[in-house]
């Protein structure tokens, strides 16, 4: 708020008269109030506190010089342009910087995110192949099984033998009129060789063979 600077190079009597009348001057200007304390920012051994207490008849007090603080807010007009500017060249150095950092936040969250997944789907992957490795040989098995029930069938089930393939073959009418000279049994296929008296013997009976309830199967 004031500054006045005083001619004397060591805080002695001279310095400590001339603060006396920048204090009473200042005073009948009415622009300092009443002074009860008296601050000094001084060396070490520099000014006696007991002395100037008794000459000023304030209460004398010594601390270490105070760091001047940096203006809050906005630039002061009366700052020069370059303090300005470099004011603005760090504002502007610490929003990148804060832009980058919560961008490598985010990367970082979104890859151990990623990395969680990627560990899971490995795991789940692993898992079933394990059990597809478990499963195989049983299904060899099986089918193996089921292939030689299928090979078997015709020998075990009643319903599929050679004897009652026979007596469904002979279930059509016009069977009277048909010999038979050669009859294959398959699980595959049957095979019919024989003769009739006429053609349309012949196509009548293949005609209700294919179309036998008992032989749909």
Known sequence: MYASPITASHFDSR????????????????VLGRVNDLVLWLEEGEGDEKEISQQTG????????????????????????DVRAMTHHREAVGRVRLLALSGGLV????????MVLISVALKERN???????ELTPRAARVEDQRASWEEAAPAVDPS??????LLHLMEPSVSADVTLMDFEF??????????TKSASQALQYQQEIQQGESLMA
């Open 186 to 195: 398959t699980p595959d296929r049957v095979l019919l060789r024989g003769h």
């Open 160 to 165: 599929r033998g050679p004897m009652q393939m």
């Open 127 to 133: 898992g079933l192949r394990e059990k597809v490795a």
């Open 107 to 114: 990367l970082a969250a979104l890859v151990a995110v990623m």
């Open 58 to 81: 304030l209460n004398v007090t010594r601390e270490p010089f105070p760091e001047w603080p940096a203006p809050q807010g906005k630039p002061c007009p009366l700052m020069p342009a």
């Open 15 to 30: 310095a400590l008269s001339e603060v006396n009348n920048a204090c009473l001057q200042l005073g009948f200007q009415g």
